[in-house]
């Protein structure tokens, strides 16, 4: 109510990245964490293009946009290839979705904590899978200390989740279609 405002966003949305993982296992809870600038910004304006250039009055976007300014705010992110549409970004997550559901084993590679979370939610959600985790160093989330590694190993064994440290996988020995990857230390494992 205080400034004319405008946002310029490459996307036309926001998304509470927190809460993507648990987006992939169940696609409505993204319906929440994917929101539109529009449905927040109500007095204010939304350019859905990159800022391309930036001088002392003006940004300009790749479309071609010129828009003056008193004051800049400048929240760069991160440079990820992100949907430009809200529904664009929603249907990638039903197609994870759609991965895991008609999986019957899935391989995550990396014991960080992406890995572990995305390994938990998949447990819960779908006991019935088999879920294996593969992770080169000695211990799950090792920038955490021993005691909640040991914890978030626990858990997640007694979900039936197969964990496997010090090791890491040759993704280029299931070309072909092949669903059978082999490890550092010679084991293969089926994944979907």
Do not use: C
């Amino acid at each position: 109510a205080d400034a004319d405002v405008t946002l310029i966003d490459q996307k036309e949305y926001f998304e509470i990245t927190w809460a993507s993982l648990r987006s992939m296992v169940e696609p409505s809870f993204a319906e929440r964490t994917v929101i539109n600038h529009r449905n927040y910004l109500k007095i204010g304006r939304v350019v859905t293009s990159p800022a391309v250039n930036i001088t002392e009055s003006d940004v300009t976007t790749k479309d071609g946009a010129v828009i003056g300014y008193d004051y800049l705010v400048i929240a760069t992110g991160h440079n990820d290839l992100f949907p430009k549409t809200r529904q664009e970004k929603l249907s990638q997550y039903q197609a994870e979705y759609e991965k895991i559901i008609s999986s019957q084993s899935v391989l995550i590679i990396g014991g960080g904590p992406s890995g572990v979370e995305l390994a938990a939610e998949i447990a819960v959600d779908f006991p019935e899978k088999k879920v294996t985790l593969v992770h080169k160093g000695p211990r799950l989330l090792e920038f955490v200390g021993e005691k909640a590694a040991d914890k978030a190993f626990d858990w997640l064994e007694s979900k039936k989740v197969e964990v496997v440290l010090n090791q890491s996988v040759d993704l280029s020995s299931a070309s072909d279609g092949n669903k059978t990857y082999r490890t550092s230390g010679g084991e293969t494992i089926h994944a979907d």
